[in-house]
């Protein structure tokens, strides 16, 4: 699952919401880090229709514009639950392995190579 699918179904595991409501909550679970372009939305709000994961709950005219309000399906619950697990597995490894090289007073850099900036959630970008 990509990042940006992550977000997204994050965002909508408490409530409906539509494309710009979308992208405030994803603003907002990520504190900034995830920013997602609108084309980057609608692209993924298709492809997790296609796979089951959400469904369009209602479309409602607000302003002259229509808006879509999607939901997640049981499926999606089922996804980012599974996912979230798989997160969290991933991030006590990582932990227990941090620990475990402290204890062994494994040095915090190889020689002849500088620190890195890590990527971010799979990988970097949204």
Known sequence: ????????????????????????????????????????????????????????????????????YYRLTDDGVAALDAEAERMAAGAGAAKRRIAEGRRAGAPARHAGLEPRTAPGLAGGCA
Do not use: C, K, N, W
């Not at 409906?16 to 692209?43: C, F, K, M, N, W």
């Open 1 to 68: 699952m990509t990042r940006a699918a992550f977000f997204v179904l994050t965002a909508l595991a408490d409530q409906p919401r539509h494309g710009y409501g979308i992208l405030r909550e994803i603003a907002e679970l990520s504190d900034g880090d995830v920013q997602l372009r609108v084309g980057t939305l609608y692209g993924v709000l298709d492809r997790l229709t296609a796979d089951g994961l959400i469904v369009l709950d209602r479309e409602e005219v607000q302003q002259g514009r229509l808006r879509r």
